[in-house]
């Protein structure tokens, strides 16, 4: 099994670009998670998807932010116009019908400068 | 509304020597709690977890925890450090059934020293 797969690992941008994160769950799997890690606040849940529909969004932080799953096997998280406060580790995460436990992807390391 | 305090930002703790990273939730319902670590620059992995049942969950790499819930806690333990456990270690509650996101408390870095 590959795991969840995300790309880019590292993305550095400048203030005001568009920044498109990308997630593939574990095949199977039908609730997708992203989250984002900073120094400051940690580790915060930003929106999640069962079934391709969003669940839940009140994590994420602005308008500025926005996420999709078009499928079950691929999901997006957007940052239009990005602002150096959005450096972070963007994590997804996915999680199986039958389970209680999310896997983990490897993290997207996001610098805005 | 949930959420999770985990005492000590670092805890460092000689080769050998017992393991006790502490956790305490809390959750309007019974709690899902799990305990995640992380390397450095990786992703989190899943050491063990609690749902219902048996209240003293075992995990990996020789880690357990036990659920008490008259003390709103899930403290990690393990008898003898080694100088791999060292990593950050996050405590999170999914009060759900686990369907819903997890609240994860801010972690503790786990120092071994040899």
């Known amino acids: 099994d590959a795991g969840v797969i995300q790309s880019p690992r590292h993305e550095v941008t400048e203030m005001g670009q568009e920044v498109t994160l990308r997630c593939k769950p574990i095949?199977?799997?039908?609730?997708l998670f992203w989250y984002r890690q900073t120094m400051m606040r940690g580790l915060e849940l930003l929106i999640y998807?069962?079934?391709?529909?969003?669940?839940?969004d009140s994590g994420m932080p602005e308008d500025r932010f926005s996420a999709k799953m078009p499928n079950a096997s691929f999901s997006t998280l957007k940052i239009q116009p990005s602002e150096p406060r959005d450096s972070a580790v963007y994590f997804c995460?996915?999680?199986?019908?039958?389970?209680?436990?999310?896997?983990f992807g490897p993290g997207t390391r996001l610098t805005v400068t | 509304a949930q959420s999770v305090t985990q005492l000590g930002s670092h805890v460092s703790v000689s080769e050998g020597a017992l393991v006790l990273l502490r956790c305490n939730y809390s959750?309007?319902?019974?709690?899902?709690l799990f305990w995640y670590v992380q390397y450095p620059n990786q992703g989190l992995q899943l050491l063990l977890k609690?749902?219902?049942?048996?209240?003293l969950v075992k995990g990996i790499n020789g880690f357990e925890a036990e659920f008490k819930k008259s003390e709103t806690s899930f403290h990690l333990t393990k008898p003898s450090a080694h100088m791999s456990d060292a990593a950050e270690y996050f405590c999170?509650?999914?009060?759900?059934?686990?369907?819903?996101?997890?609240?994860f408390g801010k972690g503790t870095h786990l120092i071994i020293q040899p």
């Open positions: 095949s199977g799997h039908n609730s």
């Open positions: 998807f069962n079934n391709n529909v969003p669940i839940d």
């Open positions: 959750s309007s319902v019974p709690p899902y």
């Open positions: 999170a509650v999914s009060s759900g059934g686990g369907a819903d996101g997890l609240t």
């Open positions: 609690y749902t219902t049942g048996a209240t």
């Open positions: 995460a996915s999680r199986g019908l039958a389970g209680d436990e999310q896997y």
